[in-house]
């Protein structure tokens, strides 16, 4: 009996033993196959990213926002520098969706650059340090929430919100914020061109007479590769050697008569000159010192405010202070654009009376054929209707070299207060920024297109009361259905 | 597979879950179709799916916490084992029921899509490419929920894992966010290899750029601009394959101790 028993403990024994075996190799093969598993789904889809996540990539949206340009490709795949570009913020799914115009263009940027262009996010308010490291002398400010440029010691810093346009006419009407246009690719090709360029301008704004601040306007020349300066003209003797253009940007007051033949010698060295005016920062002022500058260009700023007339130009039925404008054909149009500047408290420019040969002069923006002007702003002392002048170019071909200067009698290409109300990307500060190029003579490569935006606005909203009854459907009766059914379902089948 | 397929999907509309989740999911689009609607004029169906991701939370526990543990609780799961059918089509069978369901949830909003069209509203790529995006992060986050009800006998406690695992996946560019700060400190503080700032803060951002590589609601986000890449759909099958995988190693390990 015992050795009966003793035989079947063996058997069991070795029953229990294989059992076990059996249990451990398929443990042994149930974790195996698990961390099998994720090596070949880890190695599949990183070999995938690097090899062909580019490639398998389409971008279908309606304005290929978020693909480059041939302009850019053209640009970015010329690079023998390295550039940098840091969003300061940290990528998360959130800023994902926040800067979706940004990101997957960046990505971009970084793909066709051959490896000269890195793209990363630091948040500036976990990593402090992040200040210094990429701009170690302090020469600009970075903020959280922008995007830093950087090729060397170059920076240029661009603002998400000076990337888009906005429809104007949605916000007037329904103050509602509709997005017109984007340019994040016309700003970051831009301020890479620019801090890889080995060439700088220098742009120099005069001070001391009152002239308004220019902060919006030295964003938007850095943007196209300039560097600017203020330029106190009392006791200087000679206007800096790298100036490339001098602005005198809105004064208040006329340059003094020491200025007079420091900017006329400035001039006749080729130098460049944009004069801003307008009738709204300085009424009733002659600037005689001024014009005796500007009389060596054969223009003339004159004392008299516009007045628009053709009720087409007008922005207002009530006041013709305010109006579209006329770009002709010209130097810095090949042909004319009708009502393509929006111009105000116009301070009229004309041609002066010094007919030389060698000097041309020609309008920049002018008024319609029905336009007055105001003698000394004063509305009862009014000239004949016909074109005016809200800006004039002129060119001085009499000395060894070149000058060139332009005089625009409005401050709604140029001012703060302009630029910040209707961004960098509205259509009189890109016809500055055209205009400052051609007289700088910089190549105007860097002309990428601004896409418009796929504006989700409805084009035939129905009425309020439909729209309460669609609301109610959608939100209650639908929803409201498919509880009831559920409920009737469950009641019809609890006892099944 | 068609078998268990069909009894599945059918057996959410034999019971109120189906019904509640899509109720839910009507409720929560046209609340938003609504507002946009009265309060701007304008709906971009991409930013009412991104917010309809938010349901998931809810709405995915609902329909996947009775795929496995309520057989477990029944005691039919046997039948499974025993049946005549590969243990994995079980589990595909059950999958593509919850997948269907949330399906049939999705197409609620076409309805949006129509009056939006009606309305003169635009449906654009990027419409499509969400879609695309939400249907595959919906798959993902689905198979988590079958691999929660799968470990669990218990039908809430299987809703609350796979509630706080498919929250955990949404966030985890914020942890990514997180543990690269924390990552930044440390590294900073030892220091032994003297490495400078820069390097440290590079690391850093590697540290978080592997972490958000493995965020689906990240990866997928480009297609509501109208992007369309295989990669990201890829990586969305990849996790489906793994946590399917996952499911099935656990039931075929459960029929193994059974038997």
């Keep these: ?496 | 597979m068609s078998a268990i397929y069909k009894r599945e999907l059918a057996s959410y509309f034999r019971s109120p879950i189906g019904w509640v989740a899509i109720a839910i999911f009507a409720l929560m689009g046209g609340f938003f179709f609504a507002i946009y609607m009265q309060n701007s004029s304008s709906v971009n169906i991409s930013d009412e799916l991104n917010f309809l991701r938010y349901v998931f939370f809810v709405v995915i526990p609902l329909i996947t916490m009775r795929l496995f543990s309520e057989e477990k609780k029944n005691g039919t799961e046997v039948l499974l084992y025993t049946a005549p059918v590969p243990l994995y089509k079980v589990v595909l069978g059950k999958y593509f029921a919850a997948l269907s369901l949330l399906l049939i949830m999705v197409s609620s909003t076409l309805i949006h899509v129509v009056l939006v069209v009606i309305m003169g509203g635009l449906v654009d790529t990027g419409t499509l490419g969400s879609y695309i995006g939400f249907v595959f992060l919906a798959a993902v986050f689905i198979s988590i929920g079958v691999l929660c009800s799968a470990v669990t006998e218990n039908q809430i406690i299987a809703a609350v894992i796979s509630f706080v695992v498919i929250f955990f996946s949404t966030i985890l560019s914020m942890i990514a966010s997180t543990v690269q700060s924390a990552f930044v400190s440390i590294v900073t503080t030892l220091n032994f290899l003297k490495l400078s700032t820069s390097s440290i803060n590079k690391a850093g951002e590697a540290v978080a750029n592997g972490i958000n590589w493995l965020d689906p609601s990240v990866r997928t986000d480009t297609f509501t601009q109208g992007i369309f890449s295989i990669s990201p759909l890829l990586f969305c099958l990849s996790l489906v394959i793994l946590f399917l995988f996952l499911t099935y190693r656990i039931l075929e390990k459960r029929r193994w101790s059974q038997s």
């Design chain 1, 1 to 496: 009996m015992s050795r009966i028993k003793q035989n079947n403990d063996e058997e069991i024994q070795v029953e229990k033993k294989s059992v076990d075996k059996r249990a451990n190799s398929m443990k042994f093969f149930s974790v195996g196959s698990v961390f099998v598993i994720i090596a070949i789904l880890l190695v599949v889809n990183i070999l995938f990213d690097s090899v062909l996540g580019n490639t398998l990539k389409w971008d279908f949206s309606s304005m290929q926002t978020n693909s480059l340009s041939s302009v850019s490709k053209g640009i970015i795949s010329k690079l023998d520098k390295d550039v940098e570009i840091v969003g300061l913020f940290a990528r998360t799914s959130d800023t994902e969706s926040t800067y979706k115009d940004f990101i997957p263009l960046l990505d971009e940027y970084a793909k066709y650059s051959d490896g000269h262009i890195t793209v990363r996010y630091v948040d500036p308010n976990v990593y402090p340090s992040i200040s210094t490291e990429l701009d170690p002398n302090k020469t600009i400010t970075i903020t959280a929430n922008t995007f830093v440029v950087k090729c060397g010691d170059k920076l240029r810093v661009i603002n998400p919100a000076d990337c888009y346009t906005y429809d104007e006419q949605a916000y007037y009407y329904s103050g509602q914020t509709v997005i017109q246009s984007v340019s994040t690719e016309l700003k970051f090709t831009g301020a890479i061109s620019s801090v890889t360029s080995d060439t700088v301008s220098k742009v120099y704004f005069t001070s001391g007479h009152g002239e308004a601040t220019h902060a919006q306007l030295d964003t938007l020349l850095n943007n196209n590769g300039f560097e600017t300066a203020d330029l106190t003209t009392r006791d200087l003797t000679v206007i800096p050697d790298d100036c490339s253009l001098l602005i005198v940007n809105l004064p208040t007051s006329d340059i003094s008569t020491d200025d007079i033949p420091l900017i006329s010698n400035y001039l006749q060295t080729g130098g460049n000159l944009i004069v801003i005016s307008d009738y709204s920062s300085a009424t009733d002022q002659a600037f005689t010192n001024l014009n005796e500058v500007l009389h060596t260009m054969n223009l003339n700023l004159t004392n008299s405010r516009i007045c628009e007339n053709d009720m087409n130009y007008r922005i207002q039925a009530t006041t013709g202070y305010g109006s579209y404008a006329i770009v002709p054909a010209g130097t810095f149009s090949s042909s004319e654009a009708d009502k393509a500047i929006f111009a105000a408290y116009g301070r009229a420019v004309t041609a002066y009376d010094n007919p030389k040969s060698y000097i041309t002069t020609e309008p920049l923006i002018t008024t319609s054929a029905n336009a007055v002007l105001e003698d000394k702003g004063d509305p009862s002392s009014i000239g004949t209707a016909g074109t005016q002048n809200f800006a004039m170019y002129s060119k001085n071909s009499g000395g060894k070299t070149d000058s060139e200067a332009v005089v625009i009698g409005t401050s709604y290409l140029t001012s703060d207060a302009y630029i910040s109300a209707y961004s960098l990307n509205d259509q009189n500060v890109v016809f500055f920024s055209t205009v400052v190029k051609q007289l700088v003579g910089i190549d105007n490569t860097v002309q990428v297109p601004v896409k418009e935006y796929p504006n989700y606005t409805f084009t035939s909203t129905p009425s309020a009361s439909v729209q309460g009854f669609l609301s109610v459907v959608l939100i209650a009766i639908l929803p409201l259905a498919f509880v009831i059914t559920g409920i009737v379902v469950y009641k019809k089948r609890k006892h099944l």
